[in-house]
Nanobody
């Protein structure tokens, strides 16, 4: 079991930056790939980014490449998502997710295939 808690959401103006965090407790954190999904009102959850067990590899959905950066600190059991050049369409609830599925498979995996989810943190991009 892995328990995930997201923090750092809030409201930011278009073009601004925000960093959200995911703190994990439970079994060995480094055993899991960890990523972020987001859900906009009225839409399904979509993949945003994932990082490999020791941080050597990251994958991003096309719409956030070059703007978002995922990182992890296994000593602190924490994963971060640095979001820059934010756009109104980035407004969503962001969920932290952990699973043993290899990172390369996350973008094509169904959300329901991934085991451990946080409750989410709301990011609003608005002027």
């Amino acid at each position: 079991q892995v328990h995930l808690v997201e923090t750092g959401g809030g409201t930011v103006q278009p073009g601004g930056s925000l960093r959200i965090s995911c703190a994990a407790s439970g079994r060995t954190f480094s055993a899991y790939r960890v990523g972020w999904f987001r859900q906009c009102p009225g839409k399904e959850r979509e993949f945003v980014a994932v990082i490999s067990r020791f941080g050597e590899t990251q994958y991003y959905t096309d719409s956030v490449k070059g703007r978002f950066t995922i990182s992890r600190d296994n000593a602190k059991n924490t994963v971060y998502l640095q979001m820059n050049s934010l756009k109104p369409e980035d407004t969503a609830v962001y969920f932290c997710v952990a699973d043993v599925t290899i990172a390369a498979a996350w973008e094509t995996s169904a959300a329901s295939d991934l085991n451990y989810w946080g409750k989410g943190t709301l990011v609003t991009v608005s002027s």
